[in-house]
Nanobody
């Protein structure tokens, strides 16, 4: 089972941007690679995933604002988040196959 280390969370104002990283101890090429988030008092929800074909899926709430990608070395998953909104405030988790990252807090507030 891969070890995942997340980074890049923080506090930003509405309209700002952040990039989350999820570095794996193993290659993530051809692996289920996705981001989820959990807001206070809510269930964990799907945000985005990278498809084996190279394409991506996004939840309706982030479509057009977030972008998921992988580095060339194939061991780091990214989530570029633009035009952030207060509703994006949550702990963000990466998932590679059955492994989960430790979570990183994203707070969007003026």
């Amino acid at each position: 089972q891969a070890q995942l280390v997340e980074s890049g969370g923080g506090s930003v104002q509405p309209g700002g941007s952040l990039r989350l990283s999820c570095t794996s101890s193993r290659s993530i090429i051809s692996k289920l690679s996705a981001w989820y988030r959990q807001a206070p008092g809510k269930e964990r929800e799907f945000v985005a995933r990278l498809l084996p074909s190279g394409g991506a899926d996004y939840s309706d709430s982030v479509q057009g604002r977030f972008s998921v990608s992988r580095n060339r070395a194939g061991n780091t998953l990214y989530l570029q988040m633009n035009n952030l909104k207060p509703d994006d405030t949550a702990v963000y988790y990466c998932r590679i196959d059955i492994s989960w990252g430790q979570g990183t807090q994203v707070t969007v507030s003026s």
